[in-house]
Structures are given as C-alpha cells and as structure tokens.
C-alpha cells in the first residue's frame, strides 16, 4: 500500500532509510523544522538548516523516487531566547515560496513557558499574515495535557486562522477530543518509546473515526522508526479493518490535508505505474 509519512525528520536519517521507506511503500514524506539536539546561536545556522531541508533533502529523497515536503520555523525548545526567535521568524519569508514549503511548523510548546507562548504566537501572526498551513507541535509526557489545552486556547483566540488548515501533532487519548472537536487535524506519532504505539492509534481511529486524523512516525535521531506508518498498517489489517480505511488514514487524508498549501506539488503513485 501507497502512504505519506506526514512527520518525518530526514536530515538526521541515514540514506538508507529512503530506500527502506520507498520499499515499504513511502511516495512522500513531510519534514518539519526542529530541534537538532543542541540550541543553535545564531539566524544564520538556521538559514543554513532551512537551505539543507528546501535543498540538499528534496534531491536526496528524489533518489529513491520520494517526494519531499518541509516546514519552518525555530521550535519550541530553542524560543527561550527570544532575540533569537524573532531573527528566525523575520527571515522565514525568504523560504516560504520555495518548491515543497508547507507551511510553518513545527511550532508549538515544550515546557509550557511564557516565552515558548510568546513565540508560538508570533508564528501564528506570521502563518496568518502569508497564508500558511501549521502544524502544531503538542508537549511530552506529563506537560501535554496542559499544553494543548493552552495551545488550542492560542489558536481559537485568533480569529483568522482556518481550523482545517491546522494539524495538531502528537495527540494520545487524553489530548485528541478536544483537538478534533475545535475542528483541527490531528497527528498521531508512533514512538517506540513514548507518545503513541500503532495500536493505541487504531484503538482512536475505532473510537473517533478517520476523519481529520492521520499517523507519523516522526523519525528523528532520538530513539524513533521511521517504518512506523507501515507497522501501523498491519495493526489495522490484523484487527480486521478493510483496506479502504487504511488507505484513508495513511494516503489520502495526508494529501488532503497538504492540498491546501499552494505548494504540494504532488504526483500520485498511479501516475508512476502508468508511464512504467
């Protein structure tokens, strides 16, 4: 089966890993902007990881015959120095017409700190301003809760945002009702570790239906798989759900949801099969 990773960190994967993924079934992937393990000092390094994600990650996922998406931003953990923050938010725009650019994300909170709302709030203006989609990063652990309830706060205080243009990443059962009943799309992210396992994520899909929701695997150099998704297909199949249900969850609400950014220049997987 054909799916989209929607949360995938490529620039700290190995090569392989696209051609494990274009096996496994992978046409395209979403790559978000974040945290590289270490706080970054100064706008030019971000300009530098913006210039690798909009550059040197599309050619590499052309290799193996995937397309390759992106977002921008500076995430969470780093928008504790704010002089920084807003050096990166000014100098967003020189991307955000690139091929494959989104939107911005992901933003979001990590702490929950006045500051991390401080430049949340400030993407969101910038996101409003240039007509951008968001993607929302929701915290770890026992900072969730509280941090989505505020991150939703944010976002339905302002009036010109369009819920359906905005994905709330890393919901589990305790955060994704009130994601979905604001009209927001939400993420489920398949840790090995944390966050979400590919049954707790059917378990939701049985109780919330597929509408507005989709799986990652949020790939990153932590501890993450970046085959997910598929694992999340054979938890499906093995609980007995149809393949147009998978197909839903895992193909097409990802390219629904992208559709809406002037710059998802998608090609289906059909079109391959027909020129081959």
């Not at 992937?29 to 040197?56: C, H, I, K, M, N």
């Not at 020189?94 to 494959?100: A, C, N, V, Y």
């Not at 604001?182 to 597929?210: F, H, N, Q």
Request: with cysteine.
């Amino acid at each position: 089966m054909y799916y989209l990773d929607p949360h995938i960190h490529m620039v700290s994967r190995v090569t392989d890993d696209y051609e494990t993924l274009a096996k496994m079934g992978c046409v395209a992937v979403s790559e978000p902007a974040f945290w590289a393990g270490f706080d970054r000092g100064s706008v030019d390094g971000f300009r530098d990881y913006f210039r690798q994600l909009t550059e040197f990650e599309t050619k590499r996922a052309s290799w193996y015959g995937i397309q390759h998406y992106t977002w921008l931003c500076i995430n969470a953990k780093e928008a504790e120095n704010v002089s920084l923050s807003r050096e990166v938010i000014a100098m967003i725009p020189e991307f955000l017409d690139k091929p494959g650019v989104l939107g911005i994300g992901e933003i979001g909170l990590n702490k929950n700190t006045k500051n991390e709302a401080t430049i949340f709030l400030e993407h969101l203006d910038l996101a409003a301003k240039t007509d951008e989609l968001i993607l929302i990063h929701t915290p770890h652990l026992e900072d969730k809760y509280q941090g989505t309830r505020m991150i939703l706060d944010m976002l339905n205080d302002d009036r010109r945002l369009e819920h359906h243009r905005v994905l709330v990443d890393h919901v589990e059962e305790h955060t994704i009702r009130a994601v979905l009943d604001d009209g927001y799309w939400a993420g489920m992210t398949l840790y090995p570790t944390s966050k979400c396992t590919p049954e707790r994520a059917v378990d939701m899909i049985e109780m919330y239906g597929p509408e507005r929701l989709m799986v990652n695997s949020a790939g990153d150099w932590g501890p993450s798989k970046p085959t997910a998704v598929p694992d999340f297909i054979l938890a499906m199949r093995l609980r007995g759900h149809g393949e147009s249900l998978i197909r839903r969850v895992v193909y097409e609400n990802p390219v629904k949801f992208f559709s809406q950014s002037r710059n998802f220049d998608f090609t289906p997987p059909e079109t391959y099969e027909a020129v081959g």
